[in-house]
């Protein structure tokens, strides 16, 4: 089990900057993929940025060159550093946690409660 926790979101206007925070209940080391979705009114989840155990990190098109993905094990957080923010990039957004256990061919995904990213014009 991994609960998970994030902070960070608000109200900022177009082209300024926040950071979303993910603090996981146990050691993230072990944990292969973190992750930070985000879901818009009437529309579906979709990945923002991922970073596996190893360091290595995808983005979506839409936010490449402005979000930023890092985890620090030593404090078992994620942070999603988000600037140059956009309207479009108005949605509550969730820390994902993907446990892949190859033995058992088993996959677990553990979600965050949501954190709204409110960007205004």
């Known amino acids: 089990q991994v609960q998970l926790v994030e902070s960070g979101g608000g109200l900022v206007q177009a082209g300024g900057s926040l950071r979303l925070s993910c603090v996981a209940s146990?050691?993230?080391?072990?944990?292969?993929?973190m992750g930070w979705y985000r879901q818009a009114p009437g529309k579906q989840r979709e990945l923002v940025a991922g970073i596996t155990s190893g360091g290595r990190t995808n983005y979506a098109d839409s936010v490449k060159g402005r979000f930023t993905i890092s985890r620090d094990n030593a404090k078992n957080t994620v942070y999603l550093q988000m600037n140059s923010l956009e309207p479009e990039d108005t949605a509550v957004y969730y820390c994902?946690?993907?446990?892949?256990?190859?033995?058992?061919?088993?996959?677990?995904?553990?979600w965050g409660q949501g954190t709204q990213v409110t960007v205004s014009s």
């Open positions: 994902n946690a993907r446990v892949v256990q190859p033995i058992v061919a088993r996959t677990t995904d553990y």
């Open positions: 146990r050691n993230i080391f072990s944990i292969n993929v």
